[in-house]
Protein backbone atom coordinates (compact mmCIF):
# COMPACT_ATOMS: atom_id res chain seq x y z
CA UNK A 1 0.00 0.00 0.00
CA UNK A 2 2.46 2.24 0.77
CA UNK A 3 4.22 1.75 -2.42
CA UNK A 4 1.32 2.17 -4.23
CA UNK A 5 0.90 6.00 -2.80
CA UNK A 6 4.28 6.75 -3.48
CA UNK A 7 3.85 5.99 -7.02
CA UNK A 8 0.51 7.65 -7.52
CA UNK A 9 2.10 10.42 -5.42
CA UNK A 10 5.32 10.45 -7.79
CA UNK A 11 2.85 10.50 -10.99
CA UNK A 12 0.44 13.55 -9.92
CA UNK A 13 3.89 15.52 -8.88
CA UNK A 14 5.05 14.60 -12.28
CA UNK A 15 2.13 15.98 -14.36
CA UNK A 16 1.87 19.17 -12.00
CA UNK A 17 5.64 19.72 -12.78
CA UNK A 18 4.98 19.14 -16.17
CA UNK A 19 2.20 21.41 -16.88
CA UNK A 20 4.26 23.86 -14.34
CA UNK A 21 7.04 24.17 -17.49
CA UNK A 22 4.48 23.46 -20.53
CA UNK A 23 4.33 26.04 -23.29
CA UNK A 24 0.70 27.85 -23.79
CA UNK A 25 1.27 26.85 -27.63
CA UNK A 26 1.58 23.70 -29.16
CA UNK A 27 4.40 22.41 -31.53
CA UNK A 28 2.72 23.72 -34.54
CA UNK A 29 1.78 27.03 -33.83
CA UNK A 30 5.86 27.43 -33.92
CA UNK A 31 8.09 28.38 -37.03
CA UNK A 32 9.99 25.90 -37.72
CA UNK A 33 12.91 25.08 -35.35
CA UNK A 34 15.04 23.85 -37.70
CA UNK A 35 14.68 27.01 -39.97
CA UNK A 36 16.22 29.36 -37.23
CA UNK A 37 19.26 26.86 -36.72
CA UNK A 38 19.67 26.81 -40.21
CA UNK A 39 20.67 30.86 -39.90
CA UNK A 40 23.37 29.49 -38.23
CA UNK A 41 24.80 26.91 -40.64
CA UNK A 42 23.85 23.70 -38.88
CA UNK A 43 21.38 21.37 -39.24
CA UNK A 44 18.95 20.31 -35.87
CA UNK A 45 18.63 16.63 -35.22
CA UNK A 46 16.64 14.70 -33.56
CA UNK A 47 16.53 10.21 -32.92
CA UNK A 48 13.35 7.70 -33.59
CA UNK A 49 12.90 3.98 -33.65
CA UNK A 50 10.81 1.69 -35.84
CA UNK A 51 8.08 1.72 -33.43
CA UNK A 52 7.57 5.49 -33.71
CA UNK A 53 6.59 4.91 -37.22
CA UNK A 54 3.34 4.33 -35.55
CA UNK A 55 3.40 7.98 -33.51
CA UNK A 56 1.93 10.28 -35.64
CA UNK A 57 1.98 12.83 -33.19
CA UNK A 58 5.59 12.34 -32.74
CA UNK A 59 6.58 12.26 -36.50
CA UNK A 60 4.32 15.29 -37.39
CA UNK A 61 6.53 17.57 -34.59
CA UNK A 62 9.96 15.60 -36.65
CA UNK A 63 9.04 16.85 -39.93
CA UNK A 64 7.96 20.45 -38.81
CA UNK A 65 10.41 21.06 -36.54
CA UNK A 66 13.93 18.87 -37.49
CA UNK A 67 15.67 18.33 -40.62
CA UNK A 68 18.22 15.62 -39.62
CA UNK A 69 17.47 12.09 -38.52
CA UNK A 70 18.88 9.21 -36.81
CA UNK A 71 17.25 6.23 -36.89
CA UNK A 72 18.59 4.78 -32.84
CA UNK A 73 19.54 1.20 -33.97
CA UNK A 74 18.17 0.11 -37.39
CA UNK A 75 21.05 1.34 -39.45
CA UNK A 76 23.69 -0.73 -37.06
CA UNK A 77 25.10 -3.42 -38.27
CA UNK A 78 23.62 -6.01 -35.77
CA UNK A 79 20.36 -4.98 -37.21
CA UNK A 80 20.94 -5.38 -40.92
CA UNK A 81 23.32 -8.52 -40.82
CA UNK A 82 21.09 -11.63 -42.04
CA UNK A 83 22.93 -14.89 -40.49
CA UNK A 84 20.97 -17.65 -43.13
CA UNK A 85 20.97 -15.16 -45.74
CA UNK A 86 24.78 -14.43 -45.43
CA UNK A 87 25.27 -18.41 -44.79
CA UNK A 88 23.21 -19.06 -48.01
CA UNK A 89 26.14 -15.77 -50.10
CA UNK A 90 27.58 -17.54 -52.70
CA UNK A 91 30.19 -15.08 -52.68
CA UNK A 92 30.93 -15.78 -48.89
CA UNK A 93 30.45 -11.94 -48.32
CA UNK A 94 27.68 -10.87 -45.60
CA UNK A 95 23.94 -10.43 -46.41
CA UNK A 96 21.54 -7.82 -44.60
CA UNK A 97 18.08 -7.45 -44.63
CA UNK A 98 17.36 -3.80 -45.10
CA UNK A 99 13.41 -3.73 -44.76
CA UNK A 100 13.00 -2.32 -41.54
CA UNK A 101 15.57 0.37 -42.06
CA UNK A 102 14.22 1.23 -45.73
CA UNK A 103 10.87 2.01 -44.08
CA UNK A 104 12.37 4.84 -41.83
CA UNK A 105 14.65 6.23 -44.43
CA UNK A 106 11.45 6.12 -46.67
CA UNK A 107 9.88 8.57 -44.54
CA UNK A 108 12.75 10.59 -43.82
CA UNK A 109 12.89 10.90 -47.83
CA UNK A 110 9.13 11.74 -48.24
CA UNK A 111 9.17 14.50 -45.52
CA UNK A 112 11.96 15.90 -47.10
CA UNK A 113 14.85 14.99 -44.12
CA UNK A 114 18.45 14.47 -43.92
CA UNK A 115 19.51 10.95 -42.43
CA UNK A 116 22.89 10.60 -40.13
CA UNK A 117 23.85 7.34 -40.85
CA UNK A 118 24.68 5.10 -37.74
CA UNK A 119 26.79 3.90 -37.53
CA UNK A 120 28.95 1.30 -39.79
CA UNK A 121 31.37 -0.51 -37.36
CA UNK A 122 30.62 -0.11 -33.84
CA UNK A 123 32.00 -3.40 -31.30
CA UNK A 124 29.60 -2.79 -28.97
CA UNK A 125 26.54 -6.18 -29.20
CA UNK A 126 28.02 -6.68 -32.48
CA UNK A 127 26.83 -10.68 -33.74
CA UNK A 128 29.70 -13.27 -33.11
CA UNK A 129 28.65 -15.06 -36.14
CA UNK A 130 29.86 -12.43 -38.62
CA UNK A 131 33.95 -13.25 -37.42
CA UNK A 132 33.11 -17.00 -37.86
CA UNK A 133 33.82 -19.13 -40.34
CA UNK A 134 30.81 -20.05 -42.36
CA UNK A 135 29.09 -17.33 -40.37
CA UNK A 136 28.19 -20.45 -37.77
CA UNK A 137 27.53 -19.77 -34.01
CA UNK A 138 29.65 -22.87 -33.66
CA UNK A 139 32.86 -23.00 -35.94
CA UNK A 140 36.05 -21.56 -35.35
CA UNK A 141 36.88 -17.80 -35.91
CA UNK A 142 37.78 -16.84 -39.75
CA UNK A 143 40.76 -15.13 -40.75
CA UNK A 144 42.17 -12.19 -40.61
CA UNK A 145 42.29 -11.90 -44.49
CA UNK A 146 38.56 -13.30 -44.70
CA UNK A 147 37.66 -10.83 -41.83
CA UNK A 148 38.91 -7.67 -43.70
CA UNK A 149 37.29 -8.88 -46.70
CA UNK A 150 33.97 -9.37 -45.02
CA UNK A 151 34.45 -5.75 -43.29
CA UNK A 152 34.93 -3.87 -46.51
CA UNK A 153 32.13 -5.69 -48.23
CA UNK A 154 29.62 -5.20 -45.28
CA UNK A 155 30.49 -1.46 -45.42
CA UNK A 156 30.38 -1.09 -49.46
CA UNK A 157 26.86 -2.47 -49.60
CA UNK A 158 25.54 -0.98 -46.61
CA UNK A 159 26.26 2.43 -48.02
CA UNK A 160 25.64 1.80 -51.75
CA UNK A 161 21.96 0.05 -50.57
CA UNK A 162 20.84 3.38 -49.06
CA UNK A 163 22.67 6.13 -51.65
CA UNK A 164 21.24 4.23 -54.41
CA UNK A 165 17.94 3.40 -53.07
CA UNK A 166 16.95 7.04 -51.54
CA UNK A 167 19.86 9.24 -53.52
CA UNK A 168 21.12 11.82 -51.06
CA UNK A 169 19.16 11.08 -48.16
CA UNK A 170 21.80 9.81 -46.14
CA UNK A 171 24.27 12.70 -45.82
CA UNK A 172 26.57 11.52 -43.59
CA UNK A 173 28.09 8.08 -41.26
CA UNK A 174 29.57 7.57 -38.30
CA UNK A 175 31.96 5.08 -40.24
CA UNK A 176 33.28 4.39 -36.59
CA UNK A 177 31.61 4.68 -33.40
CA UNK A 178 33.03 4.33 -29.80
CA UNK A 179 36.64 3.01 -30.29
CA UNK A 180 38.26 5.15 -27.94
CA UNK A 181 38.61 3.50 -24.44
CA UNK A 182 38.11 5.91 -20.96
CA UNK A 183 39.83 4.00 -18.58
CA UNK A 184 43.77 2.49 -18.28
CA UNK A 185 43.18 -1.47 -18.90
CA UNK A 186 40.25 -0.54 -21.49
CA UNK A 187 43.52 0.03 -23.86
CA UNK A 188 47.04 -0.77 -24.64
CA UNK A 189 49.29 1.77 -22.71
CA UNK A 190 50.99 2.33 -25.77
CA UNK A 191 48.75 3.86 -27.92
CA UNK A 192 48.57 6.69 -28.86
CA UNK A 193 44.94 6.38 -30.04
CA UNK A 194 43.40 4.33 -26.76
CA UNK A 195 41.85 2.37 -29.08
CA UNK A 196 39.95 0.12 -27.36
CA UNK A 197 40.44 -3.30 -26.02
CA UNK A 198 37.78 -4.25 -23.76
CA UNK A 199 34.62 -3.04 -23.27
CA UNK A 200 32.57 -4.27 -19.84
CA UNK A 201 35.21 -7.10 -19.91
CA UNK A 202 34.05 -8.75 -23.25
CA UNK A 203 37.28 -8.23 -26.24
CA UNK A 204 36.84 -5.74 -29.18
CA UNK A 205 35.90 -8.45 -32.04
CA UNK A 206 37.36 -5.68 -34.72
CA UNK A 207 40.37 -5.19 -32.75
CA UNK A 208 41.29 -8.69 -32.05
CA UNK A 209 39.85 -10.14 -35.83
CA UNK A 210 40.20 -7.36 -38.13
CA UNK A 211 43.52 -6.11 -37.04
CA UNK A 212 44.67 -3.14 -34.79
CA UNK A 213 44.63 -0.39 -38.16
CA UNK A 214 40.38 -1.36 -38.07
CA UNK A 215 39.35 2.00 -37.43
CA UNK A 216 41.41 3.47 -40.46
CA UNK A 217 40.38 0.38 -42.78
CA UNK A 218 36.96 1.15 -42.06
CA UNK A 219 37.30 4.91 -43.24
CA UNK A 220 39.48 3.64 -46.17
CA UNK A 221 36.77 1.37 -47.48
CA UNK A 222 34.01 3.88 -46.81
CA UNK A 223 35.97 6.81 -48.67
CA UNK A 224 36.55 4.52 -51.63
CA UNK A 225 32.71 3.77 -51.90
CA UNK A 226 31.75 7.16 -51.95
CA UNK A 227 33.81 8.05 -54.09
CA UNK A 228 33.04 5.33 -56.45
CA UNK A 229 29.45 6.34 -56.14
CA UNK A 230 30.44 9.83 -56.77
CA UNK A 231 27.98 10.52 -53.31
CA UNK A 232 28.47 13.75 -51.55
CA UNK A 233 28.45 11.77 -47.91
CA UNK A 234 30.72 12.91 -45.45
CA UNK A 235 32.49 10.71 -42.78
CA UNK A 236 32.27 10.78 -39.08
CA UNK A 237 34.30 9.35 -36.40
CA UNK A 238 31.85 9.09 -33.35
CA UNK A 239 32.09 8.70 -29.38
CA UNK A 240 30.68 10.01 -25.70
CA UNK A 241 32.64 12.46 -23.53
CA UNK A 242 34.32 13.90 -26.60
CA UNK A 243 34.62 17.18 -24.84
CA UNK A 244 36.67 15.61 -22.05
CA UNK A 245 40.23 16.09 -21.84
CA UNK A 246 40.55 12.21 -21.67
CA UNK A 247 39.25 11.75 -25.35
CA UNK A 248 39.95 14.88 -26.72
CA UNK A 249 44.22 13.95 -27.05
CA UNK A 250 43.53 10.38 -28.51
CA UNK A 251 40.78 11.64 -30.51
CA UNK A 252 42.99 13.87 -32.09
CA UNK A 253 45.71 11.48 -32.20
CA UNK A 254 43.08 9.13 -34.01
CA UNK A 255 42.16 11.71 -36.37
CA UNK A 256 46.16 12.26 -37.84
CA UNK A 257 46.42 8.34 -38.06
CA UNK A 258 43.51 7.61 -40.13
CA UNK A 259 44.65 10.78 -42.64
CA UNK A 260 47.83 9.58 -42.71
CA UNK A 261 46.76 5.53 -43.38
CA UNK A 262 46.41 5.60 -47.17
CA UNK A 263 47.35 7.43 -50.02
CA UNK A 264 46.69 8.64 -53.62
CA UNK A 265 47.78 8.64 -56.87
CA UNK A 266 50.53 11.60 -56.77
CA UNK A 267 51.77 9.51 -53.41
CA UNK A 268 49.85 12.30 -51.11
CA UNK A 269 48.36 11.18 -48.15
CA UNK A 270 44.32 10.98 -48.91
CA UNK A 271 41.84 12.76 -46.41
CA UNK A 272 39.34 10.11 -45.04
CA UNK A 273 37.74 11.37 -42.23
CA UNK A 274 35.04 14.44 -43.04
CA UNK A 275 34.20 15.15 -39.29
CA UNK A 276 34.13 14.39 -35.56
CA UNK A 277 30.58 13.29 -33.89
CA UNK A 278 30.24 14.43 -30.29
CA UNK A 279 27.44 13.18 -28.86
CA UNK A 280 27.23 15.44 -25.91
CA UNK A 281 25.61 13.44 -22.96
CA UNK A 282 25.67 16.89 -20.64
CA UNK A 283 25.60 16.17 -17.00
CA UNK A 284 26.00 13.53 -14.60
CA UNK A 285 24.53 10.12 -15.23
CA UNK A 286 21.72 9.05 -13.61
CA UNK A 287 21.88 11.87 -10.80
CA UNK A 288 21.47 15.19 -10.37
CA UNK A 289 24.58 16.24 -9.14
CA UNK A 290 26.89 17.77 -12.31
CA UNK A 291 23.73 18.60 -14.16
CA UNK A 292 23.42 22.06 -15.66
CA UNK A 293 26.58 23.40 -15.20
CA UNK A 294 27.69 26.12 -16.80
CA UNK A 295 31.41 24.87 -16.79
CA UNK A 296 30.51 22.12 -19.85
CA UNK A 297 29.32 24.65 -22.02
CA UNK A 298 32.69 25.81 -22.36
CA UNK A 299 34.45 22.54 -22.69
CA UNK A 300 32.13 22.04 -25.54
CA UNK A 301 32.51 24.79 -27.19
CA UNK A 302 36.52 24.58 -26.48
CA UNK A 303 36.64 20.43 -27.81
CA UNK A 304 34.75 22.03 -31.26
CA UNK A 305 37.67 24.81 -31.75
CA UNK A 306 40.19 21.86 -31.24
CA UNK A 307 38.36 19.03 -33.65
CA UNK A 308 37.65 21.70 -35.84
CA UNK A 309 41.14 22.52 -36.35
CA UNK A 310 41.95 18.97 -37.75
CA UNK A 311 38.33 18.19 -39.43
CA UNK A 312 36.03 20.32 -41.49
CA UNK A 313 33.22 19.39 -39.80
CA UNK A 314 32.17 18.99 -36.22
CA UNK A 315 28.30 17.62 -34.97
CA UNK A 316 26.91 17.03 -31.99
CA UNK A 317 25.29 13.71 -32.66
CA UNK A 318 23.57 12.57 -29.91
CA UNK A 319 22.70 15.37 -27.15
CA UNK A 320 20.96 15.01 -23.66
CA UNK A 321 20.85 18.01 -21.41
CA UNK A 322 20.63 16.01 -18.48
CA UNK A 323 17.50 16.95 -15.62
CA UNK A 324 16.45 14.56 -12.99
CA UNK A 325 14.29 17.07 -11.11
CA UNK A 326 11.04 18.51 -11.64
CA UNK A 327 11.98 22.07 -9.89
CA UNK A 328 15.01 22.61 -12.47
CA UNK A 329 12.94 23.39 -14.96
CA UNK A 330 13.93 27.19 -15.64
CA UNK A 331 17.68 25.79 -14.87
CA UNK A 332 17.05 23.30 -17.55
CA UNK A 333 15.67 26.24 -20.29
CA UNK A 334 18.23 28.65 -18.95
CA UNK A 335 21.02 26.22 -19.83
CA UNK A 336 19.79 24.98 -23.03
CA UNK A 337 19.72 28.68 -24.43
CA UNK A 338 22.59 29.50 -23.16
CA UNK A 339 24.21 26.33 -25.04
CA UNK A 340 22.50 27.34 -28.08
CA UNK A 341 23.49 30.85 -27.93
CA UNK A 342 27.71 29.23 -28.05
CA UNK A 343 26.67 26.98 -31.09
CA UNK A 344 25.57 30.10 -32.78
CA UNK A 345 28.61 31.90 -31.66
CA UNK A 346 31.09 29.51 -33.04
CA UNK A 347 29.68 29.38 -36.39
CA UNK A 348 29.57 33.54 -36.80
CA UNK A 349 32.82 33.60 -36.01
CA UNK A 350 34.46 30.82 -36.94
CA UNK A 351 34.11 29.28 -40.88
CA UNK A 352 30.92 27.22 -39.61
CA UNK A 353 32.40 24.14 -38.31
CA UNK A 354 29.17 23.32 -36.74
CA UNK A 355 26.93 21.31 -39.28
CA UNK A 356 24.88 19.64 -36.82
CA UNK A 357 22.94 19.57 -33.69
CA UNK A 358 21.20 16.58 -33.15
CA UNK A 359 19.22 15.76 -30.17
CA UNK A 360 18.99 11.69 -28.47
CA UNK A 361 15.14 12.15 -27.27
CA UNK A 362 13.90 15.11 -27.21
CA UNK A 363 10.56 14.04 -24.97
CA UNK A 364 10.60 13.84 -21.45
CA UNK A 365 10.61 10.24 -20.13
CA UNK A 366 7.45 9.18 -18.03
CA UNK A 367 7.86 8.54 -14.29
CA UNK A 368 7.14 5.07 -14.35
CA UNK A 369 9.91 4.56 -17.01
CA UNK A 370 12.20 5.33 -14.16
CA UNK A 371 12.92 1.71 -14.27
CA UNK A 372 14.06 1.46 -17.79
CA UNK A 373 17.43 2.39 -16.67
CA UNK A 374 18.88 2.82 -19.48
CA UNK A 375 16.46 5.59 -21.16
CA UNK A 376 15.95 6.89 -17.81
CA UNK A 377 19.68 7.49 -16.84
CA UNK A 378 21.09 7.99 -19.93
CA UNK A 379 18.67 11.08 -21.13
CA UNK A 380 17.54 11.94 -17.93
CA UNK A 381 13.47 11.73 -17.24
CA UNK A 382 13.57 15.80 -18.02
CA UNK A 383 15.91 16.60 -20.26
CA UNK A 384 13.81 17.39 -23.17
CA UNK A 385 12.59 19.73 -24.75
CA UNK A 386 8.93 18.31 -25.52
CA UNK A 387 6.93 16.65 -22.63
CA UNK A 388 6.11 12.73 -22.98
CA UNK A 389 3.06 13.82 -24.67
CA UNK A 390 4.78 16.39 -27.34
CA UNK A 391 3.85 19.46 -25.65
CA UNK A 392 6.30 22.44 -26.02
CA UNK A 393 8.27 23.20 -22.45
CA UNK A 394 10.22 26.03 -21.65
CA UNK A 395 13.42 24.44 -22.55
CA UNK A 396 11.57 24.34 -26.54
CA UNK A 397 10.82 28.14 -26.06
CA UNK A 398 14.43 28.97 -24.68
CA UNK A 399 15.92 27.16 -27.90
CA UNK A 400 13.89 28.92 -30.14
CA UNK A 401 14.03 32.31 -28.68
CA UNK A 402 18.27 31.96 -28.80
CA UNK A 403 17.76 31.13 -32.43
CA UNK A 404 15.66 33.68 -33.67
CA UNK A 405 17.28 37.00 -31.13
CA UNK A 406 19.58 38.40 -33.66
CA UNK A 407 17.07 37.92 -36.63
CA UNK A 408 14.73 40.38 -34.45
CA UNK A 409 17.40 42.55 -33.36
CA UNK A 410 17.96 43.22 -37.00
CA UNK A 411 14.51 43.70 -38.30
Not at 14 to 41: H, I, P
Not at 57 to 81: D, G, P, Q, W
Not at 88 to 99: L, Q
Not at 382 to 408: C, H, M, P
Request: charged share 25%; glycine share 8%.
Amino acid sequence: MKRFILVFLTLVLSVSGCLAEESAKNYDEFGSLYALAEQYGFRLGACFSYDQLRDKSYLNVMARHFNSITCTNETKAYSLLDQKASRRSKDGMPRMDFSNADRMISWAQKNGVGVRGHVLVWDAYMTGWFFREDYADNKPIASQEVMRERLKSYIEQVITHFEEKFPGVIYCWDVVNEAIGDNPGEYDAGDARHIRTVRSGQRNPFLDYVGDDYVEYAFLCASDTVKALGADIKLFYNDYNMFMNSKITPACKLIDSINHYALDENGEYRTLIDGIGMQGYIGGYGEQPGCLNDADIGRIEKAIRTYAARVDEVQITEMAVRNYELDKAKEHAAFYGKLFEMFKSINTQESAPLTAVCIWGINDIPVMNQWNYYSWKLNSPYGGLLTEKNRIKTSFESVYAALQKDEAQSS
